[in-house]
């Protein structure tokens, strides 16, 4: 007999996300340990840097990033794998990015979008909305810079780089206006709806991005100058 059912959503909260209510842990459904990590610690990660290192903290942001969300797609990989009986690159790539997506909301990465239209530039366009990596981005605004967006630009940047098998960076091109709070402040839970856009490529494209950012142009204005110049 052949097994021809077709798997469910592995990332479901449902079944996915377990607890334990005499200890109060969450695990999932392989048996790791989640970790759910305060806003407070993130905001203070990025004071820390920009306390320390001023505008260079935006390196190391993406650093850490990239090599966290390098170990993810490793670990996430092994699961998806062993639940489909089959690896991620003989995945139909639509039903890939939907479990992409399903992940991404399941460990509070905010809902993801995937724009493709400008593939045959080498390019993607994601947009993440209400993703916890975006706190703390606020601090980027001091001394009248732009956002820090640095930790989930790294963060998505090397989950495409491992699927692709090339090396890809991602910048932020596109933002909401993050929430200015100082340590004394709760953060109001209407003004927590937020978006960022990044545009992905290979290094050597994306190497001129960053500085068309700092320029003030958005995400239309730099596709345009990326697609005319390839």
């Known amino acids: 007999m052949t097994n021809t059912s077709i ?21 999932t459904r392989q048996g790791d340990r989640l970790v759910a990590v305060p806003d407070f610690l993130l905001r203070s990660i990025h004071r820390a840097l920009q306390s320390e290192a001023g505008q260079a903290g935006t390196l190391a942001l993406y650093t850490f990033g990239f090599s966290w969300g390098g170990s993810f797609y490793d670990h996430i990989r092994g699961e998806i794998e062993s639940y489909r009986g089959t690896t991620i690159m003989a995945t139909n790539v639509v039903e890939f990015f939907a479990t992409m997506r399903q992940l991404w909301t399941v460990h509070g990465m905010g809902n993801l979008t ?7 530039h080498g390019l993607i366009v994601v947009t993440t909305e209400n993703s916890v990596l975006t706190v703390g981005s606020e601090i980027g605004l001091k001394s009248g810079n732009l956002p820090w967006h640095h930790l989930q630009a790294g963060f998505i940047a090397a989950w495409f780089s491992r699927w692709a098998g090339k090396d890809i960076r991602a910048c932020a091109t596109d933002w909401s206006d993050p929430p200015e709070i100082s340590s004394t402040e709760t953060p109001d839970a209407s003004s927590n709806e937020t978006y960022t856009r990044f545009i992905l490529g290979l290094t050597s494209k994306m190497q001129q991005v960053e500085p068309w950012v700092k320029q003030g142009l958005r995400t239309t204005e730099i596709l345009e100058k990326l697609t005319a110049n390839s």
């Open 7 to 27: 798997p469910g959503n592995y990332f479901s909260p449902r079944f996915y996300v377990k607890s334990d209510p005499a200890t109060g842990l969450l695990s």
């Open 114 to 120: 995937l724009d493709f239209s400008h593939r045959q």
